[in-house]
Every structure is written in C-alpha cells, then in structure tokens.
C-alpha cells in the first residue's frame, strides 16, 4: 500500500513569504500529525488532527497552522517565515493513535533565505 | 513538560560487536516507540510497548519498557553495517487521547564493517 506522501520534498523560500506544505496519509489513517526538526532541537511536535480536528498543539507560535481535510489529508502553513523555520517538516498518519504507531513520510526540507 | 533523554548520543563500533541505547525520563508515558531514521528521509516505527515490563524482540534487535513506564532500552546483538543510522525513541502522553509524541534527543550509531 502506498504510503504517507508529502509535497513538495525541497522548498526554498524568502524571509516574510508565507508556505503551504502538504501530506497524503496512508488510506484509512485518521489521524495526522507534524513534527519540525532541526539539528538543534531535533523533533519537535507541532499538532495532531484526527477526524479534521485538532486534537492537540505542541508549542510553536500561531504562524504555525494546519488543517486536515475529509479524505484526511492534512496541509500546514507557515506565515511570515522566519531563518529559524529552516527545518525538515515531517508528517506522520496513524489509524487511531500512538498504541498503533506511526509512519511517516519522508518529510519536506524548507529553506529561508 | 516531557523530556526524553537517550544515551549515548553517538556510539561507533565495529561490527558482530553487541550494544544498548537508552532512553530515560523522569514523566510516564502511555506507550513508547523506538524509530530509526536515515539521512534525507522519515523515521521509520520498530516497535511500539505498552506495558510496563515489557520486552519485544525483533530479530537481532530488543526493547525494553521500564517497570515504570518512565524508561526504555534498545538492545542490538550482532551488529551489521545496516544497523547504521539515528536512532529515536518516542513517548506518548500519559492519557489515552494526548497523541504528542515527545521524541528523544537521538541516538547516532555508526557500525564498522
């Protein structure tokens, strides 16, 4: 089966754009979720949505948004980019939570220059 | 707030030779899982326990989740070149329903042919 999809892999934006990233999850997973990662602070939980709403926010501030549609799929916006927001963007699909594991895609390298 | 420590950061040893990473903290977690991620791409789900006390094993490959649900190891015997990578140890909040996985700070290891 296919597996968690994100678009695009690599993005090179200016400092103050904003960025829409995108996550196909596996079909049937209900729950989506987003980490950043960095070599400094490593994986950092962004927020969790399941069945369209958020189940839970990690602590980032509110230039960081997201939403999940009714297929699933899931987008998250980045407004008035910073340098800092330099990362690899991961997203990760799951049936029903962490007892089930999740699997992630293989994430989306964003560069602010 | 929920901090994962792992140790060793880096470890480095020739193969056939036997390892352990550990994974400590001081909160409890529902469940953990161990991931391993190689360059350029998503971390990828080994294992997932739940139980306290509990051991799984995966071929070459054992973990452990402590009696407190507060700690966990990652046991390798054998070690093979394609053991290589960074490994990362996850926890899920302490309540059923808060899905923010708290990763560890990674553990990098480097298996010598």
């Known amino acids: 089966k296919a597996g968690v999809t994100q678009t695009p892999r690599y993005l090179i934006k200016t400092r103050g754009q904003q960025v829409t990233l995108s996550c196909s999850p596996i079909?049937?997973?209900?729950?989506v979720s987003w980490y950043q990662q960095t070599p400094g602070q490593g994986l950092q939980f962004l927020f969790e949505?399941?069945?369209?709403?958020?189940?839970n926010k990690g602590n980032f501030p509110g230039r960081f948004s997201g939403r999940q549609f009714s297929n699933s799929r899931s987008e998250m916006n980045v407004s008035t980019l910073e340098l800092g927001d330099s990362a690899l963007y991961l997203c990760?699909?799951?049936?029903?939570?962490?007892?089930?594991?999740?699997?992630f895609g293989s994430g989306t390298r964003l560069t602010v220059v | 707030t929920q901090l994962l420590e792992q140790s060793p950061q880096f470890l480095s040893i020739q193969e056939g030779e036997n390892l352990t990473v550990y994974c400590n903290s001081s909160s409890v977690f529902s469940s953990l899982q161990w991931y391993r991620q190689e360059p350029g791409e998503g971390p990828v789900l080994l294992v997932t326990?739940?139980?306290?006390?509990e051991v799984k094993k995966l071929k070459r490959l054992t973990f452990q989740f402590g009696d407190a649900r507060k700690d966990s190891s990652l046991h390798i015997t054998a070690a093979q070149p394609g053991d290589t990578g960074l490994y990362l140890c996850a926890g899920a909040g302490r309540n059923f329903g808060n899905e923010k996985l708290t990763f560890g700070t990674g553990t990098r290891l480097t298996i010598i042919p």
């Open positions: 990760a699909s799951s049936l029903g939570g962490s007892r089930y594991g999740y699997t």
């Open positions: 079909s049937g997973h209900r729950s």
């Open positions: 949505y399941f069945s369209e709403t958020q189940r």
């Open positions: 326990v739940v139980t306290g006390g």
